[in-house]
């Protein structure tokens, strides 16, 4: 089996940065595409960023040249560095994998972390 724990979320003011992080644990060979996914009440949920296996990156246009997201591949963990934060950023951030190899060359697919709160406010 495998598990996502988000971690890093909190409170920043705006002009601010955090990170957050989703790392996975189990019996993990690869991992395919990365994601990360945000929703804000009332809103519904929308892709803020994505990275390949290759290190090939993608964003939405509300968080181009602000976000960087990024991945560790040895720990299996995935990263999102948030700058000059917005109030409009506040949301719950969701990483979400797309596809995960496990050792036993099985697979499984679209796996999705817990969420963590992200707030932007004065």
């Known amino acids: 089996q495998v598990q996502l724990l988000e971690t890093g979320g909190g409170l920043v003011q705006p002009g601010g940065s955090l990170r957050v992080a989703c790392a996975a644990s189990?019996?993990?060979?690869?991992?395919?595409?990365m994601r990360w996914y945000r929703q804000a009440p009332g809103k519904q949920r929308e892709l803020v960023a994505t990275?390949?296996?290759?290190?090939?990156?993608a964003y939405a246009d509300s968080v181009k040249d602000r976000f960087a997201v990024s991945r560790d591949n040895a720990k299996n963990t995935l990263y999102l560095q948030m700058n000059s934060l917005k109030p409009e950023d506040t949301a719950v951030y969701y990483c979400?994998?797309?596809?995960?190899?496990?050792?036993?060359?099985?697979?499984?697919?679209?796996?999705w972390g817990q969420g963590i709160q992200v707030t932007v406010s004065s």
């Open positions: 979400q994998l797309q596809r995960i190899v496990l050792s036993s060359r099985d697979y499984e697919y679209d796996y």
């Open positions: 189990g019996d993990i060979l690869s991992i395919d595409a």
């Open positions: 990275i390949t296996n290759n290190g090939n990156t």
